[in-house]
């Protein structure tokens, strides 16, 4: 069986950033790919789990299988008849919907009954999975990583293009599983608007000139992201009439999202001009890539090792 490749990105294009905000910028992949993870094979099987419209499987699951993240394989012949069966690539998206969970349990008081559990089979325990550097296991938080753009980083390479985004729309029904999450990575300038302030910027034209938005959209975005309570307003030290934004700790607490996100991505999908994104981690100067370990056992969590159960009601 041949391993597991990459898929390389069109010189210029779309870098993987860009794709990654695609694929799991959007609430029905990741419901689609939470259920594929929970056994979910056959197109009925999505039907009968959720109140997912046929339209919307439909294409999203062609979508996915384009993504490298399904497979589709013959189960049956005359008539001939296919399941979606994940892919590597599809399956090792598992640390970036842990990390949503957790951060949504953590900062959302409703969230527990939507969040599928998640068991360590090694330790038999319920976890919360602790970010780490690969490198050198010491614990990784937003502070531990310096970040820089790479050579595939410019901004207007980072989301997709022609605002790509196909959202349903807020009107239309969505899953609501991680409706935090989606909050801050599920369009394209609340992604930059995060992605802005985890490199550092604290002002508005910062933001503004990271972003590449207008000053309408920045000031809309702050203002939603103030009211989420990801970034707080401080009164800037030497200018009474200055407002920096700062991550709060349940900001801070997404980085390990957005680093499982942003490995999974360069994982799988590469700018023939090198990363988009290059992060150092500060404790033993390695590049950072992200390890999830057990907080129970500090076992390291593996695909293998990590159950997805149901949540109670899932379905109800
Ligand atoms: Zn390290
Ligand atoms: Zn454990």
Redo the contacts with the bound molecule.
């Keep these: 069986m041949p391993g597991p490749t990459f898929t390389t990105l069109e010189p210029g294009g779309d870098n993987a950033l860009a794709v990654t905000l695609g694929v799991l910028g959007d609430e029905w992949n990741l419901w689609i790919l939470r259920s594929a993870l929970l056994g979910a094979r056959r197109y009925g099987d999505w039907i009968a789990r959720g109140p997912i419209s046929h339209a919307v499987l439909t294409a999203r699951l062609g979508r996915l299988t384009e993504a490298g993240l399904f497979e589709k394989v013959a189960y049956q012949q005359e008539p001939v008849r296919h399941e979606y069966a994940l892919t590597a690539r599809g399956r090792s998206v598992w640390p970036v919907l842990v990390s949503m969970w957790a951060w949504e349990q953590r900062w959302s008081a409703d969230a527990g009954a939507r969040l599928p559990r998640r068991r360590h089979t090694t330790c038999g325990q319920l976890f919360v999975p602790r970010l780490v550097?690969d490198?050198?296991g010491?614990p990784?938080d937003a502070h531990d990583v310096t970040v820089r753009t790479g050579p595939s980083g410019e901004r207007s390479r980072c989301v997709p293009a022609a605002t790509g985004r196909r959202r349903s729309g807020r009107a239309a029904r969505t899953p609501d599983v991680v409706p935090h999450t989606m909050e801050l990575v599920g369009s394209r300038w609340s992604a930059a608007l995060l992605g802005s302030a985890h490199l550092g910027a604290t002002r508005f034209g910062e933001f503004a000139e990271q972003m590449g938005a207008p000053p309408a959209v920045v000031t809309d975005r702050l203002r939603r992201f103030t009211e989420l309570d990801v970034l707080a307003p401080r009164p800037h030290p030497d200018r009474a009439d200055w407002v920096t934004y700062h991550l709060t700790d349940k900001g801070l607490a997404f980085f390990p999202v957005i680093a499982c996100m942003v490995a999974w991505g360069q994982r799988w999908f590469n700018a023939p001009e090198g990363p988009a994104l290059e992060a150092v981690?500060l404790?033993?100067g390695?590049p950072?890539l992200p390890r999830l370990v057990c907080d129970r056992c500090d076992g390291t969590l593996h695909a293998a090792t990590v159950a997805i159960e149901d949540a109670a009601g899932e379905d109800g």
């Design positions: 550097c490198a050198c010491a990784a981690h404790g033993c390695a950072f």
